[in-house]
């Protein structure tokens, strides 16, 4: 089993810049892909940035050159650095991994961070 919290959502005022982190812990083999989703209210949930184990990261065009998702192997942790928010922005965002269990590959999701951005 893979646990991932996040941590960095709060408020913050169009133009603003938020710092979101999440780190795995439990007991796998290894971490493979990891992202960042988000859902706003009353919308699906939607992809937002995703990052493979090597560092390729992909981006939604929404937040193309707005965010920027790192990851720290080491720590297990993905990071995502949002600038120049707008409204459209706020949702809650959800961390995503794909662990693998010594040839068993299973996706887990943290709980989620609230994320406001006000006008």
């Known amino acids: 089993q893979v646990r991932l919290v996040e941590s960095g959502g709060g408020l913050v005022q169009a133009g603003g810049s938020l710092r979101l982190s999440c780190a795995a812990s439990?007991?796998?083999?290894?971490?493979?892909?990891m992202s960042w989703f988000r859902q706003a209210p009353g919308k699906q949930r939607e992809l937002v940035a995703s990052i493979t184990k090597s560092g390729t990261p992909n981006y939604a065009n929404s937040v193309e050159g707005r965010f920027t998702i790192s990851r720290d192997n080491a720590k297990n942790a993905v990071y995502l650095q949002m600038q120049n928010l707008n409204a459209e922005d706020t949702a809650v965002y959800y961390c995503?991994?794909?662990?693998?269990?010594?040839?068993?590959?299973?996706?887990?999701w943290g709980q989620g961070t609230q994320v406001t951005v006000s006008s």
């Open positions: 439990g007991s796998f083999f290894s971490i493979n892909a």
């Open positions: 995503n991994c794909n662990a693998d269990h010594v040839g068993v590959l299973r996706v887990y």
